[in-house]
């Protein structure tokens, strides 16, 4: 069995009456790509920002590594190896795109008390974010301010960000989000590219793109996992079609 | 995203060519240069005048480095002025004149206060930590009042600090007449306060070791954590920020330069008043800011200097107890008209400067007009100053509404 990254353990989180996540349990396995389906409404959110560390939850665990994260806060977190991308892009719309990702850089080059020297001048910041844009494709707007990046490039730029801090595990909160089907065709591109040398946990509504790209899919219905699966055994699942593919897809 | 509208930080580095470094340049300059024509014409209150701005200035860029680069809308900046002021008072209270230990006081005074007012305010954000900053200054502003040995209400006269090196062998002082003045025939210098030279070169050199401090600050790894923290507190977090510390120790570097300016503030005013901490006083210093740009630090000089000099012309044409009735709307509108700030309507092309100083100079003019106006109407505010503080209220509620103005733009531009 391969190396366990990230275990959830009977996670639950409630407001009021709405348990949003209800005695989940679900595990990454290194170097896959796990999507995370379900309908609206299904605590998806919700659990990629208990697993970020933006929520706390009621109950259960979180293991990172093995080591129980549950109680950390995001940026340590962060420092651990765990990235993510926002579904609403959450990015500095008034520094370039260079200076988006460099800044991601430089949270995991030690730490920012360093007063005197221009930051935009180091070589030790600039050229892994420009690595990390050309990784997504972006390279050549490196110089743009990330206000003036089309929806689908400020999509990208959040996970060149993602991606320069060099994560274990990458969080993705619906990177093809409000994008039509050229860049989404374009963002199934980009990921494709980190399969295999990253492990991906993928919050997507896009049926497509989840199974062009997904090695195992998780079901969530309600805040608890109706089935796990690749993505055939989860196309024959007859509760999974009844739950949502029935419905929606 | 309203991508258009976003608040884009001007890029601080400007060319030579560039309207902005030439106009910079020359101000500063002109500054160098001002007290050695002050004194000889004889206009010696305008040179104390011009280094109360250029302390006031210091105050103001401390004040832009958290409000204009990390977000912090702190409405109790004027602590520090009163910190910086009480540490002189406090040691030559007790006969240690000595400036540089006087210094050093102010600078770990304002630093530490600012450490326990930053730690609890930055818990809370938006209009909470305005108010909680403001709260925190008024508490500091009560006690002075109640502070008897030094005054209380009244203040205390207070000495000009010494900053001789009698100690190292040295005979020589700065706080003596340091000025050139002092070795001319001429009429002009019988004026008798010569050395009001050495506290405006003070204030001048402190001044532009602040810009430089600042600028250099912003534009380092630290400096990006906090304007980052700025534009998307979450997203620093998630991509591993604590940004809490980084902008608690932002919050204690401008409280600490702010401390600096209050320890010039009172050699100038070789006085301690409590007053100095008055909430009247952080309002200005944060309309300063507003009115010269908030995020461009040399806007923070601008508005420094250009905020005084209203305030001096109203209060020579209007009258002393109800100026503020009308600097309130003048303000607004000011605000309204400018809401940028002056740093950024200077052009950054040498061929659009005649017609932006034709522009400003029309500005200058109509207000101008519109102080002499007032004066002439003077009869009314009379009438209307005469209710109890109705002016202090009218100065109030326009710095709140030149604040709310001022930072919706911001919200609509997706800024904060």
Not at chain 2, 325 to 336: E, K
Not at chain 2, 401 to 415: E, P, S
Request: a positive charge; aromatic letters at 10%; one cysteine or more.
């Amino acid at each position: 069995m391969a190396e366990i990254i990230l275990g959830i353990e009977r996670l639950t989180k409630r407001f009021g009456g709405l348990t949003a996540t209800n005695d989940l349990s679900l595990n990454v396995e290194k170097g896959e790509v796990h999507a995370i389906i379900g309908p609206n409404g299904a605590g998806k959110t919700t659990l990629i920002a208990q697993l970020s560390g933006l929520l706390a939850p009621d109950s259960g665990r979180i293991l990172f590594k093995g080591q129980d994260i549950t109680a950390l806060p995001a940026h340590t977190r962060s420092a651990l190896g765990l990235a993510r991308s926002f579904q609403v892009t959450s990015i500095f719309l008034n520094f370039t795109a260079e200076d988006n990702v460099a800044l991601a850089v430089q949270a995991h080059a030690g730490h920012s008390f360093r007063f005197v020297k221009p930051a935009r001048a180091q070589a030790a910041l600039r050229e892994p974010a420009r690595q990390a844009l050309a990784s997504v494709g972006l390279e050549h707007r490196a110089a743009v301010v990330a206000a003036d990046l089309s929806h689908g490039e400020q999509r990208q730029l959040e996970i060149a960000m993602a991606i320069a801090t060099n994560p274990t595990l990458l969080l993705l909160d619906e990177p093809m989000a409000g994008m039509g089907p050229e860049e989404s065709t374009r963002m199934v591109e980009v990921l494709k590219k980190f399969k295999g040398t990253h492990t991906l946990l993928l919050i997507e509504h896009d049926m497509d793109a989840v199974f062009k790209l997904a090695d195992r899919i998780t079901v969530l219905v309600y805040g608890t996992a109706i089935a796990t699966g690749t993505p055939d055994a989860i196309r024959a699942n007859p509760e999974v079609k009844r739950a949502y593919l029935g419905d929606e897809a | 995203m309203a991508g258009a509208n976003v608040v884009r930080t001007p890029e601080l580095r400007v060319s030579l060519g560039d309207p902005r470094f030439v106009l910079l340049a020359i101000g500063a300059v002109v500054l160098a240069l001002f007290p050695y024509f002050g004194h000889a014409w004889g206009q010696t209150y305008l040179v104390s005048l011009v280094a109360k701005m250029l302390i006031f200035a210091i105050a103001a860029v401390s004040l832009d480095l958290i409000l204009g680069y990390g977000g912090m809308v702190s409405f109790g900046h004027a602590a520090y002025i009163g910190l910086g002021a009480y540490a002189v008072a406090v040691f030559s209270k007790y006969g240690v004149d000595n400036g540089y230990l006087q210094l050093v006081a102010a600078i770990l005074g304002s630093s530490l206060i600012a450490l326990f007012i930053g730690a609890i305010s930055l818990r809370t954000s938006g209009v909470y930590f305005i108010m909680i900053t403001l709260a925190f200054t008024q508490m500091l502003y009560y006690l002075g009042i109640s502070l008897e040995p030094f005054g209380g209400d009244d203040g205390m006269n207070t000495k000009r600090s010494d900053f001789s090196l009698r100690a190292l062998g040295l005979d020589f002082t700065l706080n003596d007449n340091l000025f050139v003045c002092e070795k001319r025939v001429d009429k002009a210098c019988k004026v008798d306060d010569r050395d009001g030279a050495a506290i405006y070169y003070a204030a001048y050199i402190a001044l532009i070791a602040s810009v430089w401090f600042t600028r250099r600050l912003v534009a380092s790894r630290f400096g990006m954590v906090i304007r980052g923290a700025m534009s998307n507190p979450i997203r620093m977090q998630a991509i591993g920020f604590p940004i809490y510390r980084y902008r608690l120790t932002a919050f204690v570097l401008a409280g600490a330069i702010c401390g600096v300016a209050g320890f010039l503030f009172a050699n100038h005013q070789q006085f301690l008043s409590p007053v100095y901490m008055n909430w009247l006083r952080s309002g200005e210093i944060m309309i300063m800011g507003i009115l010269g740009g908030i995020g461009t630090i040399y806007g923070a000089v601008i508005g420094a200097i250009g905020l005084l000099t209203v305030e001096e012309l109203l209060e020579g044409y209007v009258g002393k107890d109800y100026w503020q009735m009308v600097l309130g709307p003048l303000l607004v509108v000011l605000v309204l008209f400018a809401n940028r700030g002056v740093y950024s309507l200077i052009p950054h092309e040498m061929r659009k400067v005649p017609m932006f100083v034709v522009k400003f100079a029309l500005v200058i003019a109509g207000m101008y007009g519109f102080i002499w106006l007032m004066s002439k109407s003077s009869p009314i505010l009379k009438i209307a100053g005469n209710i109890p503080h109705l002016p202090l209220y009218v100065i109030f509620g326009s710095m709140l509404v030149a604040l709310a103005l001022r930072f919706r733009q911001d919200r609509r531009a997706g800024h904060g």
